[in-house]
């Protein structure tokens, strides 16, 4: 009896503990509910706001539409790959030229830290992160690199599925779900991909800033994060809710969760590698071309 006593943890104790997870709970929501609340405020303030340049920035930094990056990081049909250099042909640029000024506009008041963010991650991308990626390209094999690139699609799935349901696309939703177990039990554990290959489901690449985008939020502004890349206050925000959804972030310890992400992120760009620099070299501005084409794809993503 004694023994039993000793073993039983107290009542006490274990009320205190539903109170802490009460009380995590409440606060996340809170969390989230207040960055839901500042996006929708800065979304109104800067969606059509002119504002004013600052005095050495490039003409049309703000208020112009937006653009792809070095986060450029989604797989091939999510995302966002840059053209080769264009013919020195003037029908050609002028037609290059209409297109480039369609699309949404976003507002860069953040200049001088997105430029200094732009310069650090350009450097970070080539200097270590593509040759990372070329060396582990040359040991692994492309069946092997697909297989991960499978995998992490199948693990991530509850992000697109959200999205899915939160646009009210049911048939999308349907098909995630359907990819789920498919790709889950015939692709063993998602390594394969028979949904789409033998059935037909296209993967959804929905996610919460998508979500946001389809309910009328605008950007907000653009911001560009050290080694994540460009974004925008409306995806980063996005983003953030994004990783409650991804089974990683629940791992412990955190370096081992972000040790997985950034495998799964280089074993993504081992698909892209030349993209990047071809942007470069075809942009007269590179940080306003990839600001420019980042928005520009998240724009359609949210039109699509």
């Not at 074993?267 to 993209?275: E, L, P, V």
Request: net charge negative; aromatic share 10%; glycine share 10%.
């Amino acid at each position: 009896m004694h023994l039993g006593k000793t073993l039983s943890p107290p009542a006490g104790n274990h009320a205190s503990g539903h109170e802490r997870d009460t009380l995590m709970t409440h606060k996340l929501s809170m969390t989230l509910t207040a960055a839901a609340l500042l996006l929708l405020a800065a979304s109104t303030a800067f969606g059509s706001a002119a504002l004013p340049t600052p005095p050495d920035a490039p003409a049309g930094v703000l208020g112009e539409r937006p653009a792809v990056g070095l986060r450029a990081a989604a797989p091939s049909a999510d995302t966002d790959s840059p053209g080769p250099v264009p013919p020195a042909d003037d029908d050609v640029f002028a037609d290059e030229l209409a297109d480039e000024q369609e699309g949404p506009n976003i507002a860069d008041p953040l200049y001088y830290w997105n430029k200094g963010m732009y310069h650090f991650n350009d450097k970070f991308y080539l200097w270590l992160w593509e040759p990372l990626a070329r060396g582990y390209r040359a040991i692994a094999p492309e069946v092997v690199r697909m297989s991960v690139r499978n995998f992490f699609n199948n693990l991530t799935t509850p992000i697109r599925l959200a999205g899915c349901l939160l646009q009210g696309r049911w048939t999308a939703a349907g098909t995630e779900t359907g990819r789920l177990l498919v790709n889950t039990t015939l692709g063993v554990l998602g390594f394969g991909d028979p949904a789409a290959t033998r059935y037909g489901m296209q993967l959804k690449d929905e996610d919460l800033g998508q979500t946001f985008g389809y309910w009328g939020i605008g950007n907000g502004i653009y911001l560009v994060w050290p080694i994540l890349g460009p974004s925008s206050l409306r995806d980063t925000v996005g983003l953030v809710g994004d990783s409650f959804l991804h089974p990683v972030s629940y791992l412990d310890p955190t370096a081992l969760s972000v040790g997985i992400k950034a495998y799964d992120n280089l074993n993504r760009t081992t698909f892209r590698i030349g993209d990047y620099q071809s942007l470069k070299q075809s942009a007269l501005d590179p940080y306003v071309a990839i600001r420019n084409a980042y928005v520009q794809h998240r724009w359609k993503k949210v039109a699509e």
